[in-house]
């Protein structure tokens, strides 16, 4: 009968990609920060001063849902850096990556900390080279200087302002459309680099 109640965890993946990997180094500040690198780096979006626009429609969409979750967010209007990590780290994307961490024992369920499972799979990814410095130290260790001050601070608010943070983007959004700007050369976000793991 004590087996009823024993806790099932899957078995850890052998193999963690670059979404995997960001979260367990920086949560869904650090994804976002490195979706908004990939999509610029492939002349999808540009970013202004903390405010990511599409430029340019992709003919296939982005391979992974993070990325495409973010085109999905710009496409139709501009949009500041904080109120697109508010709409990503509730959606359904990030929420997989995160049930997937836990259940395979990478994270703790209650305060998403690292356990000594996932700062193994973490320091194992850093030290294959496999990734860009930047995806473990932030932005900060972005090598494009320019992109780095244009993205600014990805502010990590507490999940219980997130849906906050989603409603203050976008009245901020809608007062910058009113006026008729598309809002390229203003700023919604701070202005630093991201934080790492616990």
């Known amino acids: 009968m004590r087996g009823i109640f024993q806790r099932t965890t899957d078995p850890a993946p052998q193999t963690l ?40 429609e992709p003919a296939d969409q982005p391979a992974h849902p993070v990325e495409r979750a973010v085109l999905a967010l710009c496409r139709r209007r501009s949009r500041s850096t904080i109120s697109l990590l508010g709409a990503v780290e509730i959606g359904p994307e990030v929420e997989e990556i995160h049930r997937r961490m836990v259940s395979s024992g990478l994270i703790t369920p209650r305060r998403c900390r690292l356990t000594r499972a996932g700062r193994q799979h973490l320091e194992a990814a850093e030290q294959s080279g496999a990734y860009p410095a930047y995806v473990f130290e932030g932005l900060a260790a972005l090598p494009d200087i320019a992109l780095r001050y244009h993205i600014g601070e990805v502010m990590e608010p507490p999940p219980s302002l997130g849906r906050r943070l ?17 809002g390229g050369g203003h700023s919604c976000g701070g202005g630093g680099g991201g934080g790492g793991s616990d």
């Open 17 to 56: 990609d670059l979404y995997d990997v960001a979260y367990l180094a920086g949560a869904p500040q650090r994804m976002m920060e490195v979706a908004l690198v990939a999509l610029h780096e492939g002349g999808v979006i540009r970013i202004r001063l903390s405010r990511v626009r599409v430029v340019d």
């Open 166 to 182: 989603i409603r203050l983007g976008e009245a901020l959004d809608g007062w910058e459309s009113d006026r008729g700007h598309d």
